[in-house]
């Protein structure tokens, strides 16, 4: 098992892909502190894998402190960042309010930040990962969003992926000297509860049915496949694994093929 013992932190982990990685990584041997809102399903999934679930708000600093602390406390390290968790909202750019840009990037790129910043601080203190070259590992989930020339039915979602991506890169950079790697993944149309919503909001705007607007976004996907959660952990588990060790400042995209280049 290529995570053998691998101490990995994953937000966001009652969503879709938080929970497809939560189970992936937990196949290959990786220990898993698996965090999301209350009232969310991520103690059920953490009972079921044998994990550790914590429940927390990452918008909140003292969420932050304490879901950070949980691996240091139990394993006294963390290997992975699996940053992860997101929110997402379709409307008219003309109609985003102040509070709906706030309560977007407050979740999408400022907790990402902050949860990051205090992993980091943490690991850089920690001895190299056992067999590797590494302290640890940093992942984001950013989105093809930051890539499509913005979309004007999700403004401020778009720019808050982005923004992980540039972030990401920031994190590389910085904390290459202490041997910590800061990638993200960019997934496509992926089919989750956060699809749902999109399809629901999407549907409302135009006036369409139940699941047209999934099938419009998944029509031209070159592979000709929607694509699942799986799809994305796969990736997150090579991010996560030692063939990625020489990989830093990437963000990669995992879409089908909708969006080749840069
Ligand atoms: N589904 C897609 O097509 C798609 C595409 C590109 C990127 N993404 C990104 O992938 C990530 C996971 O999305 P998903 O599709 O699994 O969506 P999802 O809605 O199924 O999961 C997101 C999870 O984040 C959690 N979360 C939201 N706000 C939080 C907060 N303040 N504190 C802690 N947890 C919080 C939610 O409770 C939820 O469980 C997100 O960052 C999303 O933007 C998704």
């Known amino acids: 098992m290529s995570l ?7 937000t966001g982990a009652a969503g879709g892909i938080g929970t497809a990685t939560a189970r992936r990584l937990a196949r290959e041997g990786a220990r898993l502190v698996l965090t999301d809102v209350p009232g969310s399903s991520v103690e059920k999934l953490a009972a079921e894998l044998g994990q550790v679930a914590l429940t927390a708000d990452v918008t909140r600093a003292a969420d932050v402190a304490r879901l950070v602390d949980e691996p240091y406390r139990r394993w006294g390290r963390l290997d992975v960042l699996f940053n992860n968790a997101g929110v997402v909202r379709v409307q008219p750019l003309l109609d985003v309010t102040e509070s709906e840009w706030d309560r977007v990037l407050a979740v999408n790129l400022k907790a990402v ?3 990051m910043q205090a992993v980091a601080r943490r690991m850089r203190e920690q001895p190299i990962m056992p067999g590797s070259e590494l302290r640890g590992k940093l992942i984001q989930t950013a989105s093809i969003a930051a890539y499509r020339g913005g979309n004007p039915l999700m403004t401020p979602y778009s720019a808050s992926k982005a923004g992980v991506v540039s972030l990401t890169r920031s994190a ?3 904390f290459a000297r202490d041997r910590i790697t800061s990638n993200c993944v960019c997934p496509g149309a992926v089919d ?3 699809w749902q919503q ?5 549907g409302a705007l135009e006036g369409w049915g139940e699941g047209d607007a ?5 029509r031209n996907i070159p592979l000709g496949r929607p694509e699942t959660a799986d799809d994305v952990a ?13 990989m830093t400042g ?4 995992v879409d089908g093929g909708l969006v080749m280049g840069d």
């Open 198 to 202: 999109i399809d629901r909001e999407w």
């Open 4 to 10: 053998d013992g691998r101490t990995v932190l994953i």
């Open 113 to 115: 930040f902050f949860v």
């Open 250 to 253: 990437q963000a990669l995209k």
């Open 172 to 174: 590389a950079q910085e």
């Open 192 to 194: 989750t509860p956060m």
């Open 234 to 246: 796969g990736v997150v588990a090579f991010l996560a694994g030692p063939d990625s060790d020489y």
């Open 214 to 218: 999934w099938k419009r976004r998944i």
